[in-house]
């Protein structure tokens, strides 16, 4: 199993070890270790320890002082201030720590697997089939591809989930227009692209929309066929499947776009739990979690009251015996949780359905369905806004097509890549235009906490100073051209040398990295990744401007400053692929 303790871990445990010797009784006391601008490390744990102990914090910073063992990690170390320990770490710990993240047989630069991994299903990037994919259905993609990547690379056995929505009366209406126009869609689903597939559902939609609204004897035919649909009937049911075939079409050719996996296995949509929706509401109705009022199936909830005071319950089953949303979530729940066994349910959606996920987790609770031992939590996102600050549409008002913002991010990007292209084709060109573009857009999102709202804006996101993502590659990028221009000459780690500034603060930065990936997974918190890699660049950047590499004072110091060219180049490149975004060797 890939693991190399971390200079903090090593640090940690040494200081672990003299509180012990210190204190006895306080043997699993935490020395509160954190980085510092004062010191590489700065321990404040003994404040609390001395007022438990009854004793003076420096004094007894003092005597743990003299129980570290200094020499091979540790540095130096002295009391600071109230009882504060600053710690430095010698120059050889961090270069040894960084060769064996190098070295690691994996290749997973040192980042261990979770102690007791589990089973998380996560349910994202949720389209809708006959409606084409539009900037709302950005940020569930984006983030919850990216929450699946960490969750795998830390060992979580990951089931995906995309919930579309491909049921609902809608489709009587659409099933009963194709069957009486068959011409309509008579191509077959691998002769056109996914982007021709759509408009030919939309060109569908509105026509039979239009004859839906006219004519009275054809919206009866339509609503007939939605009994038809929700019977069984073979003809209709295989006339939906056509449909839902054709927006596949599209699905694949957005997420393609995107840059991200999407398999056919992992599209459940909302038909996929209809054998199970009558006996969802029996469970309910019969455990006495939910009842009926007024015809309908319901569950109630104390804190949860409509402007008139009166209780707003979730409604399982309409009182005309059709189901909504609820019955769907709640029977999806039941198939995650007994039939694939999950000990984590998590939901990508929009901030704006909590109220909803909350009613529905809580009916679960009740149910026995989730428990101290399967949880469920919906990491919800916020609205993708245009630059003032509004929700991003278009200048007629419409809701922006996902397919046109993407291109366009690409279009901006490869100009980008073009004005710095040097000797680059013109495929090259387009290819890393692509990276570019989308990393761009993934970045953008990724940065920043998914509860946050944030404003799109191209000019800023294919930038090449600030936090973006063309930073980072442009760094990558930079870092690749050095190592073949060193030519024969290889990284190669020299711990008997002594660190600069800059390459000390790079290599402990390095160091931090599989830190930063526990916890950035523990809280499916991509943007604190983001966040680690815009300063790892940043910290190169530093690096490179101040550090001569290939012309270094030594054979040596050349080997060892590619040596942290190579390490950061490593890191740089694991760390965006796990937010979905590629590193292209050369901008």
Not at 74 to 88: C, W
Not at 242 to 255: G, L, P, R, T
């Amino acid at each position: 199993m890939a693991s190399v303790t971390s200079l903090t871990a090593s640090v940690h445990q040494r200081l672990a070890s003299a509180l012990s010797a210190t204190l006895p009784e306080t043997a699993a006391a935490d020395p509160l270790l954190r980085r510092s601008d004062r010191a590489d490390f700065q321990a404040n744990g003994i404040l609390a320890l001395a007022k438990k102990a009854k004793a003076n914090p420096r004094e007894l910073a003092a005597q743990v002082v003299g129980h570290v063992v200094t020499g091979d990690v540790i540095e130096d170390i002295e009391v600071s201030g109230p009882g504060f320990l600053n710690i430095t770490v010698t120059d050889r710990a961090i270069t040894e720590n960084l060769a064996a993240r190098v070295a690691d047989p994996e290749g997973r630069l040192g980042v261990p697997y979770a102690e007791h991994p589990g089973t998380t299903v996560i349910d994202y990037a949720q389209p809708n089939v006959a409606k084409e994919m539009h900037v709302g259905h950005l940020r569930s993609a984006v983030i919850g591809d990216s929450v699946v990547q960490l969750l795998e690379f830390t060992g979580e056995n990951v089931v995906r989930r995309h919930h579309i929505g491909d049921w609902g009366t809608q489709f009587g209406m659409l099933i009963q227009y194709l069957d009486e126009h068959p011409h309509e869609l008579d191509h077959k689903a691998s002769e056109v692209s996914g982007e021709e597939a759509m408009s030919n559902l939309d060109r569908l939609y509105k026509a039979a929309r239009k004859l839906f609204d006219s004519d009275e004897e054809f919206k009866t035919r339509a609503r007939r066929r939605v009994v038809d649909l929700q019977a069984g009937d073979p003809h209709t049911v295989a006339m939906w499947q056509k449909f839902v075939d054709e927006s596949k079409i599209y699905f694949f050719s957005v997420f393609e776009k995107l840059d991200m996996e999407v398999r056919d296995p992992d599209i459940v949509g909302e038909s996929g739990y209809n054998d199970m929706l009558a006996e969802t509401c029996r469970l309910l109705e019969e455990s006495g979690v939910a009842v009926r009022s007024e015809g309908a199936l319901c569950v109630f909830f104390d804190d949860v009251k409509g402007p008139d005071g009166n209780p707003v319950p979730l409604i399982v089953q309409k009182s005309d015996g059709g189901y909504g949303y609820a019955a769907t979530d709640l029977s999806a729940i039941r198939d995650r949780v007994f039939n694939l066994k999950a000990n984590t349910l998590l939901y990508v959606v929009d901030a704006r359905q909590s109220l909803h996920f909350k009613m529905v987790f809580e009916t679960a609770r009740r149910a026995g369905w989730l428990n101290d031992d399967v949880t469920a939590y919906q990491l919800a996102f916020g609205t993708v806004l245009g630059k003032d600050g509004k929700p991003f549409k278009t200048r007629e008002g419409e809701t922006v097509r996902l397919v046109d913002l993407l291109d366009e991010a690409i279009d901006r990007a490869s100009a980008v890549v073009r004005e710095k292209a040097q000797d680059l084709s013109e495929e090259e060109i387009a290819e890393q235009g692509a990276q570019v573009g989308i990393g761009a857009v993934k970045y953008a999102d990724l940065s920043t906490s998914a509860n946050r709202d944030y404003k799109f804006d191209l000019d800023q996101m294919v930038s090449l100073n600030g936090d973006t993502s063309v930073y980072l590659q442009y760094a990558y990028a930079r870092i690749q051209s050095i190592l073949r221009k060193a030519g024969e000459t290889r990284p190669a780690a020299h711990p008997e040398l002594e660190l600069t500034e800059a390459e000390r603060a790079l290599g402990l930065h390095v160091d931090a990295f599989a830190e930063t990936v526990r916890e950035a997974a523990a809280e499916y918190a991509p943007h604190k990744l983001a966040a680690y890699l815009y300063q790892l660049a940043s910290l190169y950047t530093s690096f490179y401007d101040k550090c001569p590499v290939l012309k270094a004072g030594t054979p040596q110091q050349v080997e060892n400053r590619l040596f942290l060219c190579d390490v950061t180049a490593r890191t740089l490149h694991q760390g965006m692929a796990l937010l979905g975004i590629r590193t292209p060797e050369r901008l």
